[in-house]
């Protein structure tokens, strides 16, 4: 009975210090948007402002790098998806020990070092003329995201029973009335969890777009030069802002789960 109160307590205190590892550093960024110091920091503190928003708004290469960045996790989403369900659905349908290999192929890209993924994709499409851009980051970040959105769906898969659709062709329905009406639904919430990590991971993405954005900066790499050049607490400013967004979003996701599955219930 003694080892299980100290269990419990033990977990409890792991989940505390996880959340306050995990938020501290996120209450301190949302602290030093309000502070009246040049600098990023809630130390000294200098007084309350709301001037950083401000001097966000007028901050019209910083509001261009982010557009950017929307502009290719955009284009990534568009491409990605699609190849992470194809090679899903393929690989759910391999059997033996091509499988094996077939598997650690489409997972290579995602193991490769994103600065080796960058310069490898800028070769290739210079030699076909194709400078650096937004195409250019679409691609090389195509080629590793696409990976994790493969593994969401696969994984989605394997707890599928296929003997629904054999009943669905077994009744007359073809290949594309089975995969529309029963196997699609079945994968959508993997889907949409999959685009929303690979809208993620091309946001954030650094190491690959350093070597293939030309001229078109994206967020992560704009943010990365103002670190030479000195950081205001603007960026305290968007990072607060597109946190609020998340939040709220995640919060509308769950109340809408959750009257869904009140509904299904009844």
């Known amino acids: 009975m003694k080892s299980e109160i100290i ?13 306050l590892y995990l938020f501290t550093p996120l209450i ?25 928003f401000e001097a966000l708004a007028q901050d019209g290469a910083m509001w261009k790098a982010l557009w950017t960045s929307i502009i ?35 997972m290579s890209p995602l193991l490769t070092p994103g600065v080796i993924v960058g310069i490898s994709t800028l070769i290739f499409w210079k030699g076909l003329s194709v400078s650096g851009g937004v195409f250019l980051t679409v691609m090389a970040q195509t080629t590793f995201i696409a990976a994790y959105v493969m593994l969401m769906v696969l994984a989605r898969l394997q707890r599928f029973d296929r003997t629904l659709e054999n009943a669905a062709l077994s009744l007359g329905a073809t290949q594309w009335q089975t995969f ?22 091309s946001f954030e993405n650094y190491n690959t777009t350093l070597f293939v954005k030309g001229y078109d900066t ?12 000195g950081l205001t607490p603007a960026v305290n400013a968007l ?28």
Do not use: H
Request: hydrophobic share 55%; aromatic share 12%.
């Open 7 to 19: 269990m419990r307590w033990g977990v409890r205190f792991y989940i505390g210090v996880f959340f």
């Open 28 to 52: 301190i960024m949302g602290l030093a948007t309000f502070n009246d110091s040049r600098f990023p920091t809630v130390s000294p503190w200098k007084g309350a402002t709301l001037k950083w």
């Open 72 to 106: 290719v996790a955009a284009g990534v989403l568009i491409i990605a998806v699609p190849i992470g369900i194809c090679c899903a659905l393929f690989l759910s349908t391999v059997q033996g020990r091509g499988k094996t290999f077939l598997y650690s192929l489409m």
């Open 180 to 201: 529309r009406r029963i196997l699609l639904p079945y994968l959508k919430p993997a889907i949409i969890s999959a685009a929303a990590i690979a809208f993620l991971q």
């Open 218 to 229: 994206t967020l992560t790499v704009y943010i990365a030069s103002k670190v030479r050049t």
């Open 239 to 266: 990072g607060l802002v597109m946190i609020s967004i998340t939040v709220l979003l995640a919060i509308v996701y769950e109340v809408k789960r959750r009257r869904e599955a009140e509904t299904g219930s009844l």
